[in-house]
Protein backbone atom coordinates (compact mmCIF):
# COMPACT_ATOMS: atom_id res chain seq x y z
CA UNK A 1 0.00 0.00 0.00
CA UNK A 2 1.24 3.64 -0.66
CA UNK A 3 1.89 5.95 1.99
CA UNK A 4 3.72 8.68 2.84
CA UNK A 5 7.22 8.82 4.24
CA UNK A 6 7.04 10.62 8.20
CA UNK A 7 10.17 11.62 9.34
CA UNK A 8 12.55 9.40 11.11
CA UNK A 9 11.71 8.35 15.01
CA UNK A 10 14.47 8.89 17.67
CA UNK A 11 16.43 5.50 16.79
CA UNK A 12 16.38 6.15 12.75
CA UNK A 13 13.31 3.64 11.67
CA UNK A 14 10.98 5.65 8.78
CA UNK A 15 7.12 5.28 9.43
CA UNK A 16 4.32 4.80 6.93
CA UNK A 17 0.49 5.71 6.95
CA UNK A 18 -2.21 4.40 4.28
CA UNK A 19 -3.06 8.48 3.51
CA UNK A 20 -3.03 11.65 4.68
CA UNK A 21 -6.02 12.03 6.69
CA UNK A 22 -3.76 10.32 9.90
CA UNK A 23 -1.43 12.79 9.96
CA UNK A 24 -2.07 15.25 13.12
CA UNK A 25 -1.13 18.42 10.14
CA UNK A 26 -4.14 17.43 8.11
CA UNK A 27 -7.74 19.63 8.92
CA UNK A 28 -10.55 17.15 8.15
CA UNK A 29 -13.66 17.88 6.27
CA UNK A 30 -16.63 15.95 8.18
CA UNK A 31 -19.20 15.48 5.66
CA UNK A 32 -22.94 14.31 6.08
CA UNK A 33 -25.26 13.32 2.66
CA UNK A 34 -28.38 12.06 2.49
CA UNK A 35 -29.77 9.79 -0.86
CA UNK A 36 -33.10 8.37 -1.47
CA UNK A 37 -32.63 4.29 -2.34
CA UNK A 38 -36.15 2.83 -4.46
CA UNK A 39 -37.90 1.41 -1.38
CA UNK A 40 -38.34 -1.83 -3.73
CA UNK A 41 -34.24 -1.96 -4.33
CA UNK A 42 -33.11 -1.74 -0.42
CA UNK A 43 -32.41 -5.08 0.14
CA UNK A 44 -30.23 -5.42 -2.98
CA UNK A 45 -28.92 -2.40 -2.21
CA UNK A 46 -27.83 -3.50 1.47
CA UNK A 47 -26.55 -7.01 -0.02
CA UNK A 48 -24.33 -4.85 -2.80
CA UNK A 49 -22.66 -3.14 -0.04
CA UNK A 50 -21.47 -6.68 1.72
CA UNK A 51 -19.69 -6.95 -1.21
CA UNK A 52 -17.95 -3.52 -2.49
CA UNK A 53 -15.38 -4.34 -4.82
CA UNK A 54 -11.37 -4.57 -3.00
CA UNK A 55 -10.05 -2.00 -6.11
CA UNK A 56 -13.34 0.47 -4.92
CA UNK A 57 -12.46 0.53 -1.81
CA UNK A 58 -8.83 0.91 -2.32
CA UNK A 59 -10.06 4.12 -4.92
CA UNK A 60 -11.96 5.17 -2.18
CA UNK A 61 -9.27 5.26 0.50
CA UNK A 62 -6.71 6.74 -1.93
CA UNK A 63 -8.92 9.75 -3.37
CA UNK A 64 -8.68 10.62 0.50
CA UNK A 65 -12.12 9.14 1.95
CA UNK A 66 -12.11 7.92 5.31
CA UNK A 67 -14.16 6.40 7.78
CA UNK A 68 -17.18 5.91 5.12
CA UNK A 69 -20.13 4.71 6.26
CA UNK A 70 -23.62 4.26 5.20
CA UNK A 71 -26.85 4.40 7.12
CA UNK A 72 -30.02 3.03 5.49
CA UNK A 73 -33.73 3.35 6.89
CA UNK A 74 -36.22 1.15 6.01
CA UNK A 75 -38.30 4.28 3.70
CA UNK A 76 -34.80 4.60 1.89
CA UNK A 77 -33.59 6.98 3.09
CA UNK A 78 -29.41 6.81 2.92
CA UNK A 79 -27.39 8.65 5.14
CA UNK A 80 -23.62 9.18 4.41
CA UNK A 81 -20.40 10.48 6.60
CA UNK A 82 -17.11 10.69 5.28
CA UNK A 83 -14.30 12.54 6.86
CA UNK A 84 -11.60 13.63 4.38
CA UNK A 85 -8.99 16.45 3.56
CA UNK A 86 -11.41 18.13 0.76
CA UNK A 87 -14.69 16.68 -0.03
CA UNK A 88 -14.73 18.15 -3.40
CA UNK A 89 -11.39 16.66 -4.19
CA UNK A 90 -12.88 13.16 -3.34
CA UNK A 91 -15.12 13.50 -5.33
CA UNK A 92 -13.38 14.51 -8.66
CA UNK A 93 -10.44 12.00 -7.52
CA UNK A 94 -13.10 9.21 -7.67
CA UNK A 95 -14.94 10.81 -10.55
CA UNK A 96 -11.05 9.82 -12.48
CA UNK A 97 -11.22 6.25 -12.05
CA UNK A 98 -12.90 3.58 -14.15
CA UNK A 99 -13.56 1.96 -11.20
CA UNK A 100 -15.92 4.49 -10.14
CA UNK A 101 -17.57 4.54 -13.25
CA UNK A 102 -18.24 1.13 -13.44
CA UNK A 103 -19.59 0.84 -9.86
CA UNK A 104 -21.85 4.27 -10.48
CA UNK A 105 -23.22 2.83 -13.79
CA UNK A 106 -24.37 -0.42 -11.74
CA UNK A 107 -25.94 1.50 -8.59
CA UNK A 108 -27.47 4.13 -10.64
CA UNK A 109 -30.88 2.12 -10.53
CA UNK A 110 -30.72 1.88 -6.85
CA UNK A 111 -31.28 5.98 -6.44
CA UNK A 112 -34.69 7.74 -6.43
CA UNK A 113 -33.35 10.97 -8.99
CA UNK A 114 -35.37 12.22 -11.77
CA UNK A 115 -31.97 13.22 -13.47
CA UNK A 116 -31.07 9.53 -13.09
CA UNK A 117 -27.65 11.60 -11.98
CA UNK A 118 -25.22 8.68 -10.40
CA UNK A 119 -25.80 8.62 -6.73
CA UNK A 120 -21.84 10.71 -6.27
CA UNK A 121 -23.29 13.60 -8.38
CA UNK A 122 -26.41 13.26 -6.05
CA UNK A 123 -24.07 14.31 -2.75
CA UNK A 124 -24.84 17.80 -1.34
CA UNK A 125 -23.17 18.23 1.96
CA UNK A 126 -25.55 18.70 4.72
CA UNK A 127 -24.57 21.43 7.25
CA UNK A 128 -23.81 20.87 10.55
CA UNK A 129 -25.57 22.45 12.98
CA UNK A 130 -24.55 20.66 16.32
CA UNK A 131 -21.12 19.25 16.71
CA UNK A 132 -19.66 17.46 20.49
CA UNK A 133 -16.18 17.23 20.86
Not at 115 to 122: E, L, M, P, S
Request: hydrophobic share 40%; aromatic share 10%; glycine share 6%.
Amino acid sequence: MRGIALPKDEIGNEDTVPNLMYTQKTAMQTICFTLQVKKDRLEEYKERHKHVWPEMQEALRQAGWGHYSLFLRDDGLLIGYVETPDFQKALDGMAALEVNARWQAEMRDFFEDAAGRDADKQMQPLERVFYLP
